[in-house]
């Protein structure tokens, strides 16, 4: 699938453990050193939001998800423009990590994790375009 989410090998290398555990730490290094957690964004964040498909997920978004996106964005800015990034406790945290999810419902106070919350309506969108697409050529035959 060609679009805002790009074209995706992750259900192949999902599917085969060993090419998961080849891939997985090269996956983890590069998560680390694209640096966008230290900002505090979450991967979603970081969707070009030109294009039409991921501006109609955005109005799908909760009220809570449209803040909380608004609240990243302008956090990440002000540590932009003082040239550093947020202190370590402020970090978005990966969704693997295993000790997250024993202390979840205190961390979901304290901190965010690093999960995919415009990925879903991106998709939904991709799926009604296609849709409405195929619908709009059919042709139909009257006897």
Known sequence: MFGPLNLSLAPYVKSSKTLSRLIKPIANWYARASGYRK???KYDDLLVEERDDVQRALTRLTVREKYDRAYRLKRASQASVLHAPLPKEQWTLPTEVRWVNLFR???SKLCQQDVRYLK????NVVKEDTERQYWD??????N
Do not use: I, Q
């Open 137 to 142: 050529n059919l042709d139909v035959k009257r």
């Open 105 to 107: 419902p205190l961390l």
């Open 39 to 41: 900002y505090g964004f």
């Open 120 to 123: 879903p309506h991106v998709l």
